[in-house]
């Protein structure tokens, strides 16, 4: 899956970006015409052209010499091992809320994966539990995480990049680490951004 995104944004690099982008590119990540070429399997005269604007380079050369820019923003961006937090606080489904939102208030946390038997099974969060109060206020004490809780965060893997991590916190509120099967950590809207240069 990961693969698929990474080519989709190549092809989104080549259409939105023009090849004065490629000088750019190169400098920003510290290697000659020479290295990009090299990566990319085309001739060093063709990288030059291109950045001179005397040539325009075929789409597949074009790919290629993207394709390279990409994996060296992704060796430079940070990965999720080094954004992630490692104490996680779980929620078990059949925990009342009641206490939830006191662990949330203690532990100053706006969110909780909820877990079972080391499965995640979805996440609370207080939008979650302000929703499910202000529909019925009647059962609050009765309410438990299963009852409220939404879908699953995404799961990724500690090498997952950057730029990854942001396009699926457009549509999350967290992102679950895991290794072998077993949650690493936790990365938020917030963890990211602190990271963002």
């Known amino acids: 899956m990961e693969k698929f995104i990474n080519q989709v944004v ?3 690099l080549m259409d939105s970006r ?11 990540y510290e290697i000659n015409q020479k290295e990009l070429a090299s990566r990319a399997g085309v001739s060093q005269s063709l990288i030059a052209k291109i950045e001179a604007g005397t040539v325009e380079p075929t789409y597949s050369k074009a790919q290629r010499i993207f394709q390279a820019l990409e994996e060296l923003r992704e060796k430079q961006e940070p990965k999720a091992k080094e954004i992630m937090k490692t104490k996680i606080i ?3 489904p059949k925990e009342l809320v009641k206490e939830i939102i006191r662990q949330m208030k203690t532990k100053g946390i706006s969110q909780m994966p909820v877990q079972d038997k080391g499965v ?3 996440i609370i ?3 979650l539990i302000l929703k499910h109060i202000a529909d019925y206020p009647e059962k609050l ?10 879908e699953t965060p995404p799961i990724v893997s500690p090498k997952t990049g950057l730029k990854l991590l942001l396009e699926l916190l457009k549509d999350y509120t967290i992102v679950l680490v895991a290794e072998k099967g077993h949650i690493q950590g936790i990365i938020s809207k917030a963890d990211v ?3 963002i240069e």
Not at 18 to 28: D, Y
Not at 141 to 150: C, F, I, R
């Open 141 to 150: 004490s009765h309410l438990t995480a299963e009852d409220v809780m939404g």
């Open 18 to 28: 023009s090849l004065e982008e490629i000088k750019k590119l190169r400098k920003k």
């Open 125 to 127: 969060t207080e939008g």
């Open 193 to 195: 951004l602190g990271r």
């Open 120 to 122: 995640i099974l979805g």
């Open 10 to 12: 190549i092809i989104l």
């Open 90 to 92: 779980f929620a078990h």
